[in-house]
Each structure stands twice: as C-alpha cells, then as structure tokens.
C-alpha cells in the first residue's frame, strides 16, 4: 500500500511516498481504508522534531534516535472498515468510523489497523470524509481542557488562539456548555471565531485581552502563546489557567504564579476514550460542532501540507485526502 515515510527528522522534504506492507488486523483490530487524515502541529513537531532543549534526549528516546521510530505520521483519520479481526465485535464491514491514534501515528496510509478498544467510533453520518477526520485531535483536546476546567452554564471563558484547531472547537463546546464566550484571535479571523459563536473577539495584533477590564472564569490558551502574566491578571480568584502546551505537573513559573493568585492550572496531555468521541459525533450530527478546514492536499501533496501548517497560521485544521 501507499503511505507517507518520515526517512528522518527535518524539513517537509523528508517526507516521501512509498510502498509499504499492508497491514493484517490482529484479533481484536480493524483495519481501516482511510478516506482522510490531517496534518496536525504534533505531526510536524515529530518531523521537524520540535521539541523545548530540556526534552531533547527523553524525547530522541521515545520517538527514535535518528529518525521517527514510527515513520508514517498521521494522528486521526476517517475511512471504511475493510477487515475485522475474529474476535472484534463492534464493528463490521463497510462500517464509516473516525479515529485518533494519537502518539501511536500511522494515518499517512491508505490502511491502518485500529484496536477495537481505541479512540475509534462511528462517523457522523452529516459528515464528509474530510471533516470528520479533522474532529478526533482538535475536539478531543478542547473537550478534555473544558471539562478539566469545569466550564459550564453561564461562565466567562476566555479562548486565547481561537482559530486554530483546539481553538474553534474550544469556541463551540464552551457555547455548547452555555458559557460567555470570548476568542482572541488576529484580525483576519474576527469573523470566523464570531461565526463559531463567540460572543466577543478581541484581535490579539491591536488589543492587549489583560487590559479591558474583563475577568474570566476560565482561561483556555490554546495555542500556548498567551503571557502568563496577562492570563493571571484576567482571572478571577480560583479560576482555572488552562494551557495546551504545558507539561503534566505545570513548569515551575507557572505554578508559582497560580499558587500565589489562588488560581488552580491544568496542563499535560489529554487521554481520550471512544466513548468522548462517541460524545463529539452526536455533537456534530446534532450541529453543535462543526470542523473548521482551512485547506485540504492529496497524499501526494503531503510536503506542501506540512509547510503550510508549520508557518503556524493555519485556520482550524488542514486535510489529507487518500
Ligand atoms: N495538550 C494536549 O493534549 C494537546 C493535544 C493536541 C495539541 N496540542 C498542542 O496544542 C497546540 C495548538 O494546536 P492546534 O492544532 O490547535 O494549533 P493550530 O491549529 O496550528 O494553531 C494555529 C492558530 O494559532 C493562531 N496563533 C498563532 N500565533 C498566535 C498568537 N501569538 N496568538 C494567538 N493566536 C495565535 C493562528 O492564528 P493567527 O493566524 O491569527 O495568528 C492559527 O489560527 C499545538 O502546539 C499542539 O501541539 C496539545
């Protein structure tokens, strides 16, 4: 089969197509003919191996020492269900399913197995191959911050970033969950973030969101870009700091800085289970969510893909047709 291999770390360049082994579902897996996959930021972090100087010999360690361990990137898909293990029961031929593989990798493929037991569940049925494959990394992300954060009825929640993937989910289920919704973003995408339903932009290129008097409930940075000290400055006492990009336990600046303004901080990663993806699909057949897509690339046209998202502007999210 065809499929994208990461020969080493570096620029797009070194992503090549190439003939591949096809995969044979084990007993309890499904193999999947993908339809659609993406190219999210931890995709090009891995090729370009873009990690913070303090992570460099852990992360070489588990992502491989001179070039990816996992050669086909790729982290959520959407396609058919081709083959069933003997033993796989919830899903059957022909059955249109979306996933997140996450660190596991491997969507840059015309076929990936997927454990019956992973974050797999069926496709929205309002949905294209495209857009579903764009749900699973960004609207599980801001899915697991939100309800870290306890977002709910009637709060004020600040989305720093949010036109990017995490961001324009994070801008819908907090609307979902009946909160006061704010979305920084740049200019040109004021009215994509209103169109999502924020109820107030701010343009992050000509206002500073820390010096217009609003204080928040909840503070979402989902892109890892806003000051620390302007987040802190916008949230009221006991609020929640909730940032995509920082590590498990929070780094030390940042600890300090809850700790001493009675704020609580979430960081690390998510750790999704089928049924929180289960939970977006009726969102999206309900019309509460819908994917924000930017552009979408054949396979053949992974490279130009992978420059694009690494300028760090994309819209939501960026599509691989298979
Ligand atoms: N913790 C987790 O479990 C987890 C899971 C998935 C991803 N992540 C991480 O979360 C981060 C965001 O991922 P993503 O896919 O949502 O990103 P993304 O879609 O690539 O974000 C791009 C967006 O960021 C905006 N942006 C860039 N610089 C900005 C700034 N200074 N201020 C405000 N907005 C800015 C851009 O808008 P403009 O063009 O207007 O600047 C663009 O729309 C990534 O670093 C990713 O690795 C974490």
Known sequence: MKAIVCTKYGPPEVLQIKEIEKPVPKDKE???????????????????FRVPLSYWVPARLALGLTKPRKPVLG?????????????????????????LTGHDL????????????????????????EEAAAIPMGGLTALHFLREGKVGKGQKVLVYGASGS???????????YGSEVTGVCSTVNLDLVRSLGADRVIDYTKEDFSREGHIYD????AVGKSPLSAS???????????QVLAPPG?????????MTMGNRMVGGTMAPGAKDLAFLKDLAEGGKIKPVIDRTYPLEQIVEAHRYVDQGHKKGNVVIKV
């Not at 081709?82 to 029961?89: H, L, N, S, Y």
């Not at 797999?120 to 949905?127: D, F, G």
């Not at 324009?168 to 609307?175: E, R």
Request: net charge positive.
């Open 106 to 129: 491997g969507c840059y493929a015309e076929l990936r197995c997927l454990s019956e037991g992973g974050v797999i569940a069926q496709k929205p049925v309002n949905l294209s191959f």
């Open 250 to 258: 929070a780094n030390l600046r940042m600890r300090w800085a809850t």
């Open 30 to 48: 499904v193999l999947v003919r993908i339809k659609a996959t993406t190219v999210t930021q931890a995709d090009t972090r891995v090729r370009g």
């Open 75 to 99: 982290t959520e898909l959407a396609g058919v269900v081709e083959d069933v293990g003997k033993d796989v029961q919830n899903f059957k031929l022909g059955d249109q399913v979306f996933a």
């Open 166 to 176: 995490i961001g324009t989910y994070a801008v819908q289920l907090a609307k979902h």
């Open 218 to 221: 909840v503070v979402l940075d």
């Open 232 to 242: 802190m400055r916008s949230l009221k006492k006991g609020g929640y700091y909730l």
